[in-house]
């Protein structure tokens, strides 16, 4: 695995009284901006080498561990935050686990645990798990329901996350807001200071248009699919590692041996969507998501995205906690 090249260094910082607690479901980087807020600092940099020591890129932040392992130096034992709560709860981690080689999980592990350098942190967690709108997402009614419960609206893990199109709890459209995620690498943007009240965000129009009609269409099976992304972001430890995806589908294909490089055929497949709707564009959303998998009959499994393995398990047994048991 290659490493990731930055400041390793740094000088760590020390405690931050200040710091605040995450709120249920809230992205590490919405900590973080939440922390922009309370500190009165005057520039995104200055808080930058406030956490960190230098001024570290916070884009990979949105959905993964990375920097998870200074909350050590932020907050003592008796704050009762540490960071494998952070990482099961405010990462998209247990998610992204359930396609990771064994290898890969105990240097994600390692590395916010202190027993490695971040160096060793993988880079391409987050373009596999992100959703490609290129903006920050919310749902409007989760937002509403944040700043009566909290006084401030906060940034979900749940809607930066690819394939999630509605809000599983409101049964809404999760909308963009005006924020590019290009601009949060070096910057900090609290959602009270976006997701203001009123504030309508847009749908579907900074992404593809082609799959606008296709997700209006078949709205129960996203909002299914959301519930199950969801579940697996709250109970997908146990799930974790691609070996025991792999000797599910193995099972699934009558096979005893296990196969690390495993195919799935692709109408049976087909033969699944179509079960669950009238025309076959599901199934061609799965092909559409996953490009590598170009000609030939069957799906490599190695190569097929997160949220398409989601997608798989919704289709054939309605959720992931059934289809890990069968």
Request: include cysteine.
């Amino acid at each position: 695995m290659k490493g990731y090249k930055h400041n390793t260094n740094r000088k760590p910082p020390g405690p931050l009284p200040l710091f605040p607690g995450p709120y249920p479901g809230e992205s590490f980087y919405s900590v973080l901006c939440r922390y922009h807020v309370r500190s009165g600092n005057v520039n995104d940099w200055h808080t930058s080498n406030q956490l960190f020591g230098y001024n570290s890129s916070l884009t990979s932040t949105l959905l993964t561990p990375f920097h998870l392992e200074m909350v050590k130096h932020w907050l003592s034992p008796s704050s009762g935050i540490n960071s494998e709560k952070m990482l099961r709860s405010n990462t998209a981690f247990n998610l992204y686990a359930i396609t990771s080689i064994s290898r890969e999980l105990e240097r994600i592990r390692d590395v916010i645990d202190g027993r490695k350098a971040t160096a060793s942190f993988p880079r391409w967690m987050h373009p596999r798990i992100i959703h490609p709108s290129g903006y920050l997402r919310f749902c409007p009614e989760c937002a509403a329901a944040q700043r009566k419960l909290y006084g401030e609206p906060y940034w979900q893990v749940l809607p930066q996350i690819e394939e999630v199109e509605y809000c599983p709890r409101h049964k809404v459209r999760i909308r963009d807001s005006h924020i590019q995620l290009e601009s949060i690498g070096f910057h900090y943007h609290p959602a009270s200071s976006v997701l203001t009240e009123g504030y309508p965000g847009t749908v579907g129009k900074n992404r593809c248009q082609r799959w606008e009609p296709l997700y209006k269409k078949e709205k129960p099976f996203f909002i299914k699919l959301a519930e199950n992304i969801d579940w697996l972001l709250q109970n997908g430890e146990p799930y974790a590692g691609y070996e025991r995806l792999c000797r599910v589908y193995n099972r699934l294909s009558g096979k005893d041996v296990y196969h690390g490089w495993f195919e799935i055929r692709k109408q049976r497949l087909w033969e699944a969507f179509s079960g669950i709707s009238r025309s076959d564009q599901l199934y061609s959303y799965l092909e559409y998501k996953n490009p590598r998998q170009v000609g030939g009959t069957s799906l490599y499994l190695y190569s097929v995205r997160v949220c398409s393995h989601v997608m798989i398990m919704t289709t054939l047994f309605g959720d992931p906690k059934t289809f890990y048991e069968h």
